[in-house]
Each structure stands twice: as C-alpha cells, then as structure tokens.
C-alpha cells in the first residue's frame, strides 16, 4: 500500500523559507514522476514543480528561481525547499506521484499523478 506523506509546513514571514518533504512508503523504487501542487482558498489547483525520474524539472513560472525541488533516494523522499516566499505562496500543499509512467513527467498533465498526499498547510504573512 502506497503512501506519500507531506510534513514541513508552517508559518512564515514574507521573504522567509521553508523546506516541505514527501516521504513515500510502500514503494521500493525510487524512479517515479513526483509533483508538488498547491491550492489556496477559493482558487483552482496548481501544480508548483515537478521532477522526473532522471531528475529532470519542471517549475511553475510563479515559483521560478524561488524553490527548487530534489529527490532524496536513500530516503525515497522528495523535498521542495522554497525560497524568498511571498504572501501569493499560502496555500495548502501537496505532493503526488504516478509511479507507472516510467519516471516521465508530462508539463500539464495532472491526472497522470495516481497517488497524494494529505496536504501540508503553508502560510505565509
């Protein structure tokens, strides 16, 4: 049984940081497509970053040259650090995985992501 677990969140003040985990268990490999997705109240789902399994990325142009997402595989986590955060940045956050793809990420495709998380709340003032 699959499971991704999100942890990381919290309050923070504008320009401040913070680094959000998804740990995934359940699955051995540690070749899969993971994103990062977010949503805030009252707006629509969207997807932060994502990384392949060849490492490869994807970033929103919202978050562009503020976070950057890695894969940790000796402990089959992904991470999103987030830099010089912004008000624009609150919002629940989620990871999600397709781990039938191969480790291919497609750009905009988010019912490839067969896996989530239960969000983590980030919130920035």
């Known amino acids: 049984h699959v499971q991704l677990v999100e942890s990381g969140g919290g309050s923070v003040q504008a320009g401040g940081s913070l680094r959000l985990s998804c740990a995934v268990s359940?699955?051995?490999?540690?070749?899969?497509?993971m994103g990062w997705f977010r949503q805030a109240p009252g707006k629509e789902r969207e997807k932060v970053a994502h990384?392949?399994?060849?490492?490869?990325?994807n970033y929103a142009d919202s978050v562009k040259g503020r976070f950057i997402i890695f894969q940790d595989n000796v402990k089959n986590t992904v991470r999103l650090q987030m830099y010089r955060l912004e008000t624009n940045d609150t919002a629940k956050y989620y990871c999600?995985?397709?781990?039938?793809?191969?480790?291919?990420?497609?750009?905009?495709?988010?019912?490839?992501?067969?896996?989530w998380g239960q969000g983590t709340q980030v919130t920035v003032s």
């Open positions: 990384i392949g399994g060849d490492g490869s990325t």
């Open positions: 999600a995985a397709d781990f039938g793809s191969n480790g291919y990420c497609y750009i905009d495709l988010s019912t490839q992501y067969t896996a």
């Open positions: 359940g699955y051995t490999y540690t070749f899969y497509c």
